[in-house]
Structure formats: structure tokens, C-alpha cells
């Protein structure tokens, strides 16, 4: 890579796909003709530093991309006690406001029987939703939908498991 001469078309330069670690970039404001130079590693920082401090107004409210990843990744995986029911879809239907957020999420919970499930539920915008769930001791996969306002199961299938 060879400097540019004076009034060289800046288009006629070698093209690549990453500046090397090291190297350098210039920079001019158009509006006053200065400008400088600056490393691709400080520009990085620079980069990420803006990035992780600014504020974006999104769907939760105001906040930095940090503080809405921390909250995307807190609200994936719930904690229930559903110990009231006897099986997961009868607890699923009877808090099925609390989980039929538009998305996907994942569920960890415990049935009547004790029996601890994981539950991965996608929940399109038309509320069809469809996901799976694991109960880890029978052990045994079953997929569920929720249509017609209710949850129900479509099919379960015995796995070979080793706990």
C-alpha cells in the first residue's frame, strides 16, 4: 500500500477488506479544511465509547444499547412456580397473559409433580404462538401451540436423555 501522490483520484486506491492493526486514518472536516490522524485502535475505542454511552430511544424507553441488552437478557429466561397445577399447559393457559409477549423466550418452571421444565416459545405478532418444552425426568419433548386462545399440545415425543 503505497501513499497517495498529490491529486491522485482517491477511487484509483487498492481496495481492502480491513485496515491493517496499526495503522493509521486521516481525517478532514469538510466545513474548515483541518483535519488529522488517528489510529484505527483509538478510533475503535472512540467508536465503542459512543456507542455504549449514547442514548437510543427504543421500544422499552430511553436507554443505552447496554442497559437494553442487560434488560432484553434478564426478561429471557423466567423463573415460574407453577406447583398449583398438575401439568404445564393448564399453568401455561392460566398465565398466559404474563408469557404471550410478542418475541421469543424461555422458561424455566416446576409443575405440581415437581417436575422441572424448560419451555422456548416464540410468539409472533398474530399471537399463534408454537415452542417446546422439556420435562427432565420422564423425559419426554413436547411441542404446543397457542391458538384459538388457548394452549395445547400438538405432540409429545420420548427422548433418550441421559441426566
Not at 90 to 103: D, F, R, T, Y
Not at 122 to 141: C, H, L, N
Request: charged letters at 20%.
Amino acid at each position: 500500500m503505497a501513499l497517495p501522490q498529490d491529486g491522485q483520484n482517491a477511487n484509483a486506491l487498492a481496495t481492502v477488506k480491513e485496515v491493517p492493526t496499526g495503522k493509521k486514518l486521516i481525517f478532514v472536516d469538510p466545513t474548515t479544511n483541518e483535519g488529522g490522524v488517528i489510529t484505527l485502535e483509538d478510533l475503535t475505542t472512540q467508536i465503542l465509547k459512543n456507542l455504549t454511552s449514547q442514548t437510543f430511544a427504543l421500544d422499552q424507553g430511553t436507554k443505552t444499547l447496554p442497559a437494553a441488552l442487560n434488560e432484553l437478557n434478564s426478561n429471557r429466561l423466567k423463573e415460574y412456580n407453577w406447583r398449583a397445577y398438575d401439568d404445564i399447559i393448564s399453568a401455561m393457559n392460566a398465565e398466559k397473559e404474563a408469557i404471550l409477549i410478542q418475541g421469543s423466550s424461555v422458561f424455566a418452571a416446576a409443575t405440581n409433580g415437581g417436575h422441572p421444565y424448560m419451555i422456548i416459545l416464540s410468539v409472533p405478532e398474530s399471537r399463534d404462538a408454537i415452542g417446546v418444552y422439556v420435562d427432565y425426568f420422564k423425559p419426554t419433548v413436547t411441542a404446543f401451540r397457542y391458538k384459538n386462545d388457548s394452549f395445547e399440545i400438538i405432540t409429545t415425543s420420548r427422548c433418550p436423555l441421559q441426566i
